[in-house]
């Protein structure tokens, strides 16, 4: 319901011209929009989660939206340098693709390359070394695919009972399982591996040919290198996506990363995003002393001067965002309304 108010309100709005206006105004050159992306679908992941995979179909079309609406589409590190000294040129956008899985390498990048657009990838790091998918993503993507069955309870892959697939909760239910039960084994990545192509197998699934296609993997050190020599930029995301708060893990994470991306790519990077858009106050002074000069979250939002840089919002695109609601977030508009929403009070989710 609320949606359709949205959606008319926005399409109204539109309609009156007020896209339009707000896209050229004085407001909106002052501000950056960051548009976060995940992953590109290789086979039917925007189906299982369409809020992390796009249809490569879906990414062209937004692009075709950024070329014909005018946007100037601008290296994130260059958009925060010119966003400090206010000299970003009309509608101006980054984009940023999160973690760095196969697909960018496979698909992204090479629409990316017909646009002439330049990317930021944040590239989480401790499967890139590892020729195998991210083990509780292909465990949940397998029990998505036999979603009209029941798999039956087995102690090689940490199941204590049968359970039916049908809902996302059942499914989501037998990952947590088999991911305790890895924890609990205190099993390496590689073991992890053995036990989903277990899974594979008790669900008659082909898991060669999971592993071939590269689903649910990241880019390898040699396709990140090939990516960043053509211009592709690749910073922090932690080594194993995640941001303890303890200050000792925390740093790990950063400098693991750090130490890789620079190895593969022959740059020090110094921008950073938060994976799942976790973050707390205390890692502030945490990143400025590793030397980290910006930070991306999921908060929705255009960066403006006065944004935290260790806090920038982002707008995530994801398949359920209309043309409409995109084209408003690129103008601004959505942003505005946002701001609006706020002043009278409410809660940030009741963000349009
Ligand atoms: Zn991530």
């Known amino acids: 319901m609320r949606k359709r108010v949205r959606d008319n309100l926005l399409g109204a709005l539109k309609k009156a011209g007020v896209f339009e206006h707000v896209r050229d105004s004085r407001w909106r050159q002052r501000r950056l929009l960051i548009l976060c992306y995940h992953s590109l679908a290789l086979d039917e992941e925007n189906l299982w989660r369409p809020a992390q995979f796009l249809a490569p179909s879906r990414l062209r079309e937004r692009f075709e939206m950024l070329k014909q609406g005018g946007y100037h589409v601008i290296p994130l ?5 010119r966003l400090r000294s206010n000299d970003l040129p009309p509608r101006s956008v980054a984009l940023t693709f999160d973690d760095g899985t196969y697909d960018f390498y496979k698909i992204t990048y090479q629409i990316l390359k017909e646009y002439e657009f330049p990317a930021t990838v944040y590239q989480t790091t401790h499967y890139s070394s590892r020729p195998m998918p991210i083990f509780y993503l292909i465990c949940s993507y397998m029990l998505w695919k036999r979603r009209a069955t029941v798999l039956h309870g087995f102690s090689s892959v940490g199941m204590k009972e049968n359970v039916a697939l049908d809902t996302t909760e059942d499914r989501e239910n037998a990952v947590g399982q088999m991911v305790a039960f890895a924890d609990q084994e205190q099993l390496s990545t590689e073991q992890k591996n053995e036990v989903a192509a277990e899974l594979a197998h008790l669900l008659d699934l082909d898991y060669q040919e999971l592993l071939h296609s590269r689903i649910l993997q990241l880019m390898n050190a040699h396709e990140i290198a090939e990516l960043a020599t053509a211009g592709i930029r690749f910073e922090l995301h932690t080594h194993r996506h995640r941001t303890p708060r303890d200050r000792t893990l925390f740093e790990r994470e950063i400098r693991e990363n750090r130490d890789l991306l620079q190895g593969m790519t022959n740059t020090c990077p110094t921008h950073f ?13 945490w990143l400025a002393e590793l030397g980290v000069v910006s930070a991306t979250t999921c908060d929705p939002g255009l960066a403006s001067v006065s944004s935290q840089p260790l806090l920038l919002p982002r707008f995530i695109d994801t398949t359920g965002r209309t043309p409409l609601e995109f084209d408003s977030w690129l103008a601004g508009v959505s942003d505005l309304l946002s701001a609006g929403v706020s002043a009278v009070g409410l809660s940030k989710r009741s963000r349009l």
Do not use: T
Not at 77 to 81: I, K, P, Q, S, V
Not at 273 to 284: A, I, Q, T, V
């Open 273 to 285: 995003c938060y994976p799942s858009g976790d973050y707390d106050l205390m890692f502030l002074p």
């Open 77 to 81: 590190a260059e958009g925060l340098d």
